[in-house]
Protein backbone atom coordinates (compact mmCIF):
# COMPACT_ATOMS: atom_id res chain seq x y z
CA UNK A 1 0.00 0.00 0.00
CA UNK A 2 1.65 3.19 -1.20
CA UNK A 3 1.36 7.16 -0.76
CA UNK A 4 0.83 6.80 3.17
CA UNK A 5 0.94 10.48 4.93
CA UNK A 6 2.42 10.34 8.05
CA UNK A 7 3.09 13.39 10.04
CA UNK A 8 5.22 13.24 13.14
CA UNK A 9 4.96 16.06 15.45
CA UNK A 10 8.46 15.99 17.45
CA UNK A 11 9.60 14.99 14.00
CA UNK A 12 13.34 15.88 15.44
CA UNK A 13 13.56 13.23 17.94
CA UNK A 14 16.63 11.52 18.53
CA UNK A 15 15.92 8.46 19.23
CA UNK A 16 12.21 7.95 18.96
CA UNK A 17 12.49 8.73 15.37
CA UNK A 18 15.16 6.44 14.26
CA UNK A 19 13.42 3.56 16.01
CA UNK A 20 9.95 4.58 14.03
CA UNK A 21 12.63 4.66 10.68
CA UNK A 22 14.28 1.32 11.45
CA UNK A 23 10.60 -0.44 11.90
CA UNK A 24 9.18 1.58 8.44
CA UNK A 25 12.73 0.20 7.06
CA UNK A 26 12.01 -3.46 7.26
CA UNK A 27 8.09 -3.51 6.74
CA UNK A 28 7.65 -3.41 2.54
CA UNK A 29 3.75 -3.86 2.58
CA UNK A 30 3.64 0.31 3.37
CA UNK A 31 5.62 3.17 1.78
CA UNK A 32 4.84 6.84 1.53
CA UNK A 33 5.84 10.59 2.99
CA UNK A 34 6.23 11.09 6.70
CA UNK A 35 6.29 14.88 7.56
CA UNK A 36 8.78 16.09 10.42
CA UNK A 37 7.76 19.07 12.28
CA UNK A 38 9.50 19.98 15.49
CA UNK A 39 10.26 23.44 17.27
CA UNK A 40 13.80 22.27 16.47
CA UNK A 41 14.28 22.97 13.01
CA UNK A 42 17.50 21.82 12.91
CA UNK A 43 17.10 18.59 13.91
CA UNK A 44 14.15 18.12 11.59
CA UNK A 45 16.03 18.35 9.03
CA UNK A 46 18.65 16.52 10.15
CA UNK A 47 16.47 13.18 10.34
CA UNK A 48 14.96 14.40 6.92
CA UNK A 49 18.52 13.72 5.68
CA UNK A 50 19.15 10.58 8.15
CA UNK A 51 15.82 9.17 6.85
CA UNK A 52 15.74 9.60 3.17
CA UNK A 53 19.62 7.55 3.87
CA UNK A 54 18.03 4.87 5.37
CA UNK A 55 15.24 5.12 2.15
CA UNK A 56 17.92 4.71 -0.34
CA UNK A 57 19.74 1.59 1.25
CA UNK A 58 19.22 -1.50 -1.04
CA UNK A 59 18.85 -3.59 2.23
CA UNK A 60 15.90 -1.61 2.98
CA UNK A 61 12.61 -2.89 1.77
CA UNK A 62 10.31 0.08 3.52
CA UNK A 63 10.83 3.09 0.89
CA UNK A 64 9.49 6.53 2.73
CA UNK A 65 10.53 9.85 1.71
CA UNK A 66 11.40 11.98 4.45
CA UNK A 67 10.25 15.93 4.58
CA UNK A 68 11.01 18.52 7.50
CA UNK A 69 8.45 21.29 7.41
CA UNK A 70 7.85 24.72 9.41
CA UNK A 71 4.51 24.55 10.79
CA UNK A 72 2.29 22.35 12.21
CA UNK A 73 -0.56 23.33 9.86
CA UNK A 74 2.01 21.59 6.66
CA UNK A 75 2.57 18.64 8.66
CA UNK A 76 -0.98 17.79 9.33
CA UNK A 77 -2.76 18.56 6.16
CA UNK A 78 -3.64 15.85 4.07
CA UNK A 79 -2.16 13.19 7.23
CA UNK A 80 -3.09 9.67 7.36
CA UNK A 81 -1.64 9.36 10.73
CA UNK A 82 -0.26 11.62 13.41
CA UNK A 83 2.39 10.19 15.66
CA UNK A 84 3.30 12.63 18.89
CA UNK A 85 6.58 12.33 20.93
CA UNK A 86 7.93 15.12 22.46
CA UNK A 87 9.61 16.42 25.07
CA UNK A 88 7.29 18.91 27.16
CA UNK A 89 9.74 21.50 28.09
CA UNK A 90 13.45 20.85 28.34
CA UNK A 91 15.59 18.87 31.11
CA UNK A 92 16.16 21.37 32.99
CA UNK A 93 12.40 21.60 33.68
CA UNK A 94 12.37 17.73 34.33
CA UNK A 95 15.51 18.51 36.52
CA UNK A 96 13.18 20.12 38.43
CA UNK A 97 10.55 18.13 38.79
CA UNK A 98 12.70 15.11 39.97
CA UNK A 99 14.89 16.57 42.15
CA UNK A 100 13.45 19.56 44.09
CA UNK A 101 11.29 17.36 46.03
CA UNK A 102 14.25 15.40 46.86
CA UNK A 103 15.13 18.11 49.30
CA UNK A 104 11.73 17.34 51.41
CA UNK A 105 12.94 13.66 51.46
CA UNK A 106 10.14 12.72 48.42
CA UNK A 107 11.98 10.59 46.05
CA UNK A 108 10.52 9.64 42.46
CA UNK A 109 12.30 6.78 40.06
CA UNK A 110 11.00 8.66 36.80
CA UNK A 111 9.10 11.75 37.46
CA UNK A 112 6.83 12.23 34.81
CA UNK A 113 3.25 10.25 35.17
CA UNK A 114 2.18 10.74 38.69
CA UNK A 115 3.81 12.42 41.95
CA UNK A 116 5.05 15.51 42.22
CA UNK A 117 6.79 15.60 39.22
CA UNK A 118 4.20 14.13 36.65
CA UNK A 119 1.80 17.07 38.30
CA UNK A 120 4.29 19.64 37.11
CA UNK A 121 5.26 18.17 33.49
CA UNK A 122 1.12 17.79 33.21
CA UNK A 123 1.08 22.27 33.55
CA UNK A 124 3.97 22.11 30.67
CA UNK A 125 2.25 19.42 28.50
CA UNK A 126 -1.40 19.78 28.67
CA UNK A 127 -1.43 23.48 27.02
CA UNK A 128 0.60 22.38 24.22
CA UNK A 129 -1.84 18.77 23.64
CA UNK A 130 -4.72 21.52 23.99
CA UNK A 131 -3.10 23.44 20.35
CA UNK A 132 -2.16 20.08 19.29
CA UNK A 133 -5.66 18.83 19.20
CA UNK A 134 -7.28 22.24 17.83
CA UNK A 135 -5.15 21.82 14.60
CA UNK A 136 -5.57 18.37 14.24
CA UNK A 137 -9.70 19.28 14.35
CA UNK A 138 -8.64 22.05 11.79
CA UNK A 139 -6.37 20.28 9.33
CA UNK A 140 -6.02 16.62 9.68
CA UNK A 141 -9.54 15.29 11.64
CA UNK A 142 -10.05 12.29 9.94
CA UNK A 143 -6.59 11.34 11.10
CA UNK A 144 -5.26 8.49 13.37
CA UNK A 145 -3.07 9.64 16.20
CA UNK A 146 -0.57 7.84 17.92
CA UNK A 147 0.89 9.12 21.02
CA UNK A 148 3.81 8.53 22.57
CA UNK A 149 4.29 11.04 25.18
CA UNK A 150 4.26 11.16 28.82
CA UNK A 151 2.17 11.65 31.02
CA UNK A 152 0.61 9.18 28.93
CA UNK A 153 -3.39 9.24 30.29
CA UNK A 154 -3.26 13.32 30.78
CA UNK A 155 -2.13 13.54 26.58
CA UNK A 156 -4.55 11.20 25.27
CA UNK A 157 -7.47 12.95 28.24
CA UNK A 158 -6.61 16.24 26.70
CA UNK A 159 -6.95 15.41 22.85
CA UNK A 160 -10.28 13.83 23.61
CA UNK A 161 -11.48 16.97 25.81
CA UNK A 162 -10.55 19.17 22.84
CA UNK A 163 -11.62 17.12 19.84
CA UNK A 164 -14.32 14.56 21.47
CA UNK A 165 -14.01 12.92 17.60
CA UNK A 166 -10.65 12.60 17.37
CA UNK A 167 -9.65 8.83 16.24
CA UNK A 168 -6.37 8.73 19.07
CA UNK A 169 -5.08 6.01 21.17
CA UNK A 170 -1.72 6.01 23.41
CA UNK A 171 1.26 3.61 22.95
CA UNK A 172 3.25 2.35 25.68
CA UNK A 173 5.47 -0.60 25.80
CA UNK A 174 5.72 -1.43 29.13
CA UNK A 175 3.45 -3.93 29.26
CA UNK A 176 5.68 -6.06 26.49
CA UNK A 177 8.10 -6.31 29.28
CA UNK A 178 5.75 -8.12 31.07
CA UNK A 179 5.04 -10.24 28.62
CA UNK A 180 8.42 -10.79 27.93
CA UNK A 181 9.52 -12.08 31.64
CA UNK A 182 6.34 -14.50 31.48
CA UNK A 183 8.11 -15.97 28.57
CA UNK A 184 11.39 -16.44 30.64
CA UNK A 185 9.62 -18.01 33.42
CA UNK A 186 8.30 -20.62 31.30
CA UNK A 187 11.70 -20.95 30.18
CA UNK A 188 12.92 -20.91 33.49
CA UNK A 189 10.19 -23.19 35.28
CA UNK A 190 9.21 -25.54 32.36
CA UNK A 191 12.58 -25.17 29.63
CA UNK A 192 9.79 -23.94 27.37
CA UNK A 193 12.52 -21.81 24.48
CA UNK A 194 12.43 -19.66 21.69
CA UNK A 195 8.42 -18.12 23.18
CA UNK A 196 7.60 -14.94 21.69
CA UNK A 197 6.09 -12.46 23.42
CA UNK A 198 3.19 -12.08 21.64
CA UNK A 199 2.55 -16.03 22.33
CA UNK A 200 1.38 -14.88 26.15
CA UNK A 201 -2.16 -13.93 25.69
CA UNK A 202 -3.20 -11.65 28.12
CA UNK A 203 -5.95 -9.87 30.31
CA UNK A 204 -4.80 -6.23 30.61
CA UNK A 205 -6.58 -3.29 32.66
CA UNK A 206 -5.32 -0.44 34.60
CA UNK A 207 -4.05 3.21 33.45
CA UNK A 208 -0.79 3.77 31.82
CA UNK A 209 2.27 2.73 33.97
CA UNK A 210 -0.21 1.23 36.32
CA UNK A 211 -1.51 -1.64 34.48
CA UNK A 212 -2.55 -4.96 35.82
CA UNK A 213 -2.66 -8.45 34.56
CA UNK A 214 -5.41 -10.77 35.79
CA UNK A 215 -5.11 -14.05 33.42
CA UNK A 216 -2.20 -15.01 31.15
CA UNK A 217 -1.95 -18.02 28.97
CA UNK A 218 0.78 -19.56 26.55
CA UNK A 219 -0.98 -22.00 24.34
CA UNK A 220 -4.19 -22.62 26.65
CA UNK A 221 -1.98 -23.08 29.88
CA UNK A 222 -3.13 -20.64 32.47
CA UNK A 223 0.17 -18.86 33.59
CA UNK A 224 -1.31 -17.74 36.88
CA UNK A 225 -0.25 -20.44 39.47
CA UNK A 226 3.17 -21.02 37.73
CA UNK A 227 3.98 -17.30 38.19
CA UNK A 228 3.00 -17.67 41.72
CA UNK A 229 5.77 -20.25 42.25
CA UNK A 230 7.79 -17.94 40.37
CA UNK A 231 7.37 -14.94 42.65
CA UNK A 232 7.95 -17.61 45.49
CA UNK A 233 11.49 -18.84 43.88
CA UNK A 234 12.74 -15.26 43.05
CA UNK A 235 10.99 -12.86 45.28
CA UNK A 236 13.99 -12.02 47.49
CA UNK A 237 16.51 -11.86 45.11
CA UNK A 238 14.82 -11.08 42.38
CA UNK A 239 14.57 -11.85 38.41
CA UNK A 240 16.43 -10.33 35.74
CA UNK A 241 14.98 -11.29 32.29
CA UNK A 242 17.82 -12.97 29.89
CA UNK A 243 19.97 -11.08 27.84
CA UNK A 244 19.22 -7.83 29.83
CA UNK A 245 21.89 -5.86 31.69
CA UNK A 246 22.21 -6.33 35.39
CA UNK A 247 20.00 -4.16 37.17
CA UNK A 248 22.25 -2.01 38.36
CA UNK A 249 23.98 -1.06 35.02
CA UNK A 250 21.43 0.41 33.85
CA UNK A 251 19.13 3.22 35.31
CA UNK A 252 16.15 1.62 33.38
CA UNK A 253 16.14 -2.08 34.75
CA UNK A 254 14.86 -3.68 37.74
CA UNK A 255 15.13 -7.05 39.21
CA UNK A 256 11.01 -7.21 39.23
CA UNK A 257 11.24 -7.32 42.95
CA UNK A 258 8.45 -4.53 43.01
CA UNK A 259 6.42 -6.09 40.67
CA UNK A 260 6.66 -9.66 42.63
CA UNK A 261 5.81 -7.94 45.96
CA UNK A 262 2.45 -6.67 44.67
CA UNK A 263 1.40 -9.96 43.24
CA UNK A 264 1.91 -10.86 46.71
CA UNK A 265 -0.22 -8.55 48.31
CA UNK A 266 -2.98 -7.90 45.63
CA UNK A 267 -2.84 -11.86 43.53
CA UNK A 268 -2.46 -10.43 39.95
CA UNK A 269 0.25 -9.31 38.06
CA UNK A 270 1.73 -5.80 38.19
CA UNK A 271 2.26 -5.18 34.61
CA UNK A 272 4.49 -2.40 34.76
CA UNK A 273 8.48 -1.51 35.17
CA UNK A 274 9.41 -1.61 38.66
CA UNK A 275 10.19 2.30 38.56
CA UNK A 276 6.92 3.48 37.26
CA UNK A 277 4.66 1.05 39.47
CA UNK A 278 7.19 2.33 42.82
CA UNK A 279 6.03 5.80 42.16
CA UNK A 280 2.12 5.31 41.91
CA UNK A 281 2.20 3.73 45.57
CA UNK A 282 2.50 5.30 48.87
CA UNK A 283 6.74 5.53 49.86
CA UNK A 284 7.28 1.71 50.58
CA UNK A 285 9.20 1.91 47.67
CA UNK A 286 10.80 4.95 47.08
CA UNK A 287 11.37 6.00 51.11
CA UNK A 288 15.15 6.37 50.86
CA UNK A 289 17.32 5.90 47.71
CA UNK A 290 18.68 2.93 49.86
CA UNK A 291 15.33 1.51 50.15
CA UNK A 292 14.49 1.97 46.88
CA UNK A 293 18.58 0.03 45.98
CA UNK A 294 17.24 -2.72 48.67
CA UNK A 295 14.07 -3.41 45.79
CA UNK A 296 16.27 -3.60 43.33
CA UNK A 297 15.73 -1.05 40.99
CA UNK A 298 17.34 2.91 40.33
CA UNK A 299 16.19 6.39 40.31
CA UNK A 300 16.83 7.95 37.34
CA UNK A 301 18.62 11.14 37.55
CA UNK A 302 17.95 13.61 34.79
CA UNK A 303 21.86 14.19 35.20
CA UNK A 304 21.98 11.06 33.01
CA UNK A 305 19.32 12.28 30.29
CA UNK A 306 21.32 15.44 29.71
CA UNK A 307 24.61 13.32 29.08
CA UNK A 308 22.16 10.84 27.11
CA UNK A 309 20.94 13.58 25.02
CA UNK A 310 24.34 14.70 24.10
CA UNK A 311 25.43 11.48 23.08
CA UNK A 312 22.63 11.39 20.80
CA UNK A 313 23.25 14.72 19.36
CA UNK A 314 26.57 13.21 18.23
CA UNK A 315 25.09 10.05 16.99
CA UNK A 316 22.82 12.07 14.55
CA UNK A 317 25.49 14.44 13.40
CA UNK A 318 27.49 10.83 12.27
CA UNK A 319 24.02 9.22 10.79
CA UNK A 320 23.99 13.06 8.91
CA UNK A 321 26.90 12.96 7.43
CA UNK A 322 26.90 8.99 6.54
CA UNK A 323 29.50 8.29 9.01
CA UNK A 324 27.56 6.09 10.29
CA UNK A 325 23.95 3.99 9.52
CA UNK A 326 20.67 3.66 11.08
CA UNK A 327 20.87 0.45 12.23
CA UNK A 328 17.94 -1.66 11.43
CA UNK A 329 16.77 -3.65 13.42
CA UNK A 330 13.52 -4.64 15.31
CA UNK A 331 12.70 -2.52 18.07
CA UNK A 332 9.58 -3.77 19.75
CA UNK A 333 7.12 -1.00 19.53
CA UNK A 334 3.61 -2.06 17.82
CA UNK A 335 3.10 0.96 16.02
CA UNK A 336 3.69 0.02 12.69
CA UNK A 337 1.82 -2.56 13.22
CA UNK A 338 -1.03 -0.91 14.24
CA UNK A 339 -1.04 1.77 11.12
CA UNK A 340 -0.97 -1.78 8.97
CA UNK A 341 -4.55 -2.93 11.14
CA UNK A 342 -5.83 0.23 10.35
CA UNK A 343 -5.00 -0.02 6.90
CA UNK A 344 -6.98 -3.42 6.29
CA UNK A 345 -3.78 -5.51 5.82
CA UNK A 346 -3.52 -7.50 9.24
CA UNK A 347 -5.71 -7.58 12.30
CA UNK A 348 -3.80 -6.66 15.47
CA UNK A 349 -4.65 -7.17 19.04
CA UNK A 350 -2.56 -5.27 21.42
CA UNK A 351 -2.89 -2.80 24.30
CA UNK A 352 -3.25 1.09 23.97
CA UNK A 353 -4.89 4.09 26.06
CA UNK A 354 -8.28 5.14 24.51
CA UNK A 355 -11.24 6.49 26.95
CA UNK A 356 -13.22 3.76 28.82
CA UNK A 357 -16.61 2.84 27.19
CA UNK A 358 -17.04 0.17 29.65
CA UNK A 359 -14.29 -2.06 29.43
CA UNK A 360 -12.93 -1.81 32.99
CA UNK A 361 -16.13 -2.03 34.37
CA UNK A 362 -15.57 -0.36 37.72
CA UNK A 363 -13.79 2.97 36.10
CA UNK A 364 -15.42 6.15 35.18
CA UNK A 365 -16.66 6.12 32.08
CA UNK A 366 -15.01 8.27 29.95
CA UNK A 367 -11.41 8.48 31.69
CA UNK A 368 -8.40 7.25 30.02
CA UNK A 369 -7.19 3.46 30.81
CA UNK A 370 -4.92 1.16 29.51
CA UNK A 371 -6.64 -2.73 27.90
CA UNK A 372 -6.74 -4.39 24.67
CA UNK A 373 -7.97 -3.48 21.97
CA UNK A 374 -8.35 -5.14 18.52
CA UNK A 375 -7.18 -3.12 15.43
CA UNK A 376 -8.82 -3.34 12.19
CA UNK A 377 -9.77 -1.65 8.76
CA UNK A 378 -10.01 1.54 10.11
CA UNK A 379 -11.45 0.93 13.69
CA UNK A 380 -9.75 0.46 17.01
CA UNK A 381 -12.37 -1.36 19.65
CA UNK A 382 -11.30 -1.99 23.18
CA UNK A 383 -11.75 -5.67 24.91
CA UNK A 384 -13.84 -5.78 27.52
CA UNK A 385 -11.16 -6.36 30.19
CA UNK A 386 -13.70 -6.51 33.55
CA UNK A 387 -13.87 -5.15 37.13
CA UNK A 388 -10.40 -4.54 38.59
CA UNK A 389 -10.43 -6.41 41.73
CA UNK A 390 -11.57 -4.41 45.02
CA UNK A 391 -7.86 -3.85 46.27
CA UNK A 392 -6.01 -2.91 43.31
CA UNK A 393 -9.28 -0.77 41.95
CA UNK A 394 -9.25 1.36 45.62
CA UNK A 395 -5.02 1.88 44.63
CA UNK A 396 -5.91 2.18 40.58
CA UNK A 397 -9.34 5.02 41.22
CA UNK A 398 -7.28 7.29 43.06
CA UNK A 399 -5.02 7.88 40.41
CA UNK A 400 -7.88 8.10 37.55
CA UNK A 401 -9.36 10.94 39.75
CA UNK A 402 -6.59 12.37 40.70
CA UNK A 403 -5.74 12.19 36.70
CA UNK A 404 -9.80 13.63 35.92
CA UNK A 405 -9.30 16.47 38.06
CA UNK A 406 -5.83 17.12 37.15
CA UNK A 407 -6.74 18.16 33.57
CA UNK A 408 -9.99 19.72 34.30
CA UNK A 409 -8.29 21.97 36.61
CA UNK A 410 -5.30 22.81 33.86
CA UNK A 411 -7.45 23.43 31.31
CA UNK A 412 -9.74 25.80 33.52
CA UNK A 413 -6.17 27.62 34.71
CA UNK A 414 -7.42 26.84 38.17
CA UNK A 415 -3.95 26.83 39.94
CA UNK A 416 -5.58 25.94 43.69
CA UNK A 417 -7.12 22.85 42.26
CA UNK A 418 -3.45 21.78 40.82
CA UNK A 419 -2.23 21.97 44.07
CA UNK A 420 -4.93 19.82 45.76
CA UNK A 421 -4.06 17.33 43.16
CA UNK A 422 -0.68 17.85 43.67
CA UNK A 423 -1.17 17.01 47.66
CA UNK A 424 -3.24 13.97 46.82
CA UNK A 425 -0.26 12.42 45.39
CA UNK A 426 0.24 9.13 47.08
CA UNK A 427 4.11 10.28 47.35
CA UNK A 428 3.40 13.31 48.92
CA UNK A 429 3.90 12.69 52.69
CA UNK A 430 3.90 16.51 53.50
CA UNK A 431 1.96 18.83 55.98
CA UNK A 432 0.29 21.61 54.07
CA UNK A 433 2.45 24.40 54.46
CA UNK A 434 5.44 22.09 53.17
CA UNK A 435 3.40 21.21 50.61
CA UNK A 436 2.65 24.18 49.61
CA UNK A 437 6.41 25.67 49.97
CA UNK A 438 7.20 22.70 47.22
CA UNK A 439 4.65 23.14 44.88
CA UNK A 440 5.44 27.10 44.72
CA UNK A 441 9.20 26.15 44.35
CA UNK A 442 8.18 23.55 41.45
CA UNK A 443 6.07 26.41 39.74
CA UNK A 444 8.69 29.03 39.59
CA UNK A 445 10.63 26.78 38.07
CA UNK A 446 8.84 25.76 34.99
CA UNK A 447 7.60 29.60 34.82
CA UNK A 448 8.34 30.25 31.35
CA UNK A 449 5.93 27.77 30.62
CA UNK A 450 3.05 29.52 32.01
CA UNK A 451 2.94 31.97 30.43
CA UNK A 452 -1.29 32.04 30.81
CA UNK A 453 -1.15 31.80 34.28
CA UNK A 454 -0.95 34.10 36.91
CA UNK A 455 1.67 33.33 39.42
CA UNK A 456 1.91 34.66 43.09
Not at 109 to 135: F, K, Q, W
Not at 190 to 200: A, C, D, P, T, V
Not at 259 to 273: E, S
Amino acid sequence: MADIKIAYIGGGSRGWAWRLMSDLAMEGAISGEIKLYDIDQEASKSNEIIGNKLSQRPDVVGKWHYRAVETLQEALEGSDFIIISILPGTFEEMASDVHTPEAYKIYQSVGDTCGPGGVIRALRTIPMYVDIAENIKAYASDAWVINYTNPMTLCMKTLYSVFPKIKAFGCCHEVFGTQRLLASMLEEMEGIKEISREEIKINVKGINHFTWIDSAYYKGTDLMPLYEQFVDRYYNEGYQVAGDDHWLNSFFESANRVKFDLFKRYGIIAAAGDRHLAEFMPPWYLKTPEIAQSWKFTLTPVSWRKENRQQLIEESQCLYSGEKEVVVTETGEDGVKQIKALLGIEPLVTNVNIPNTGQISNLPLGAIVETNALFTTNSVQAICAGALPYAVHSLVNRHVLNQENLVKAILEKDKEQVFHVFMNEPLMTLDANEGRELFEKMIRNTSSYLEDWCLK
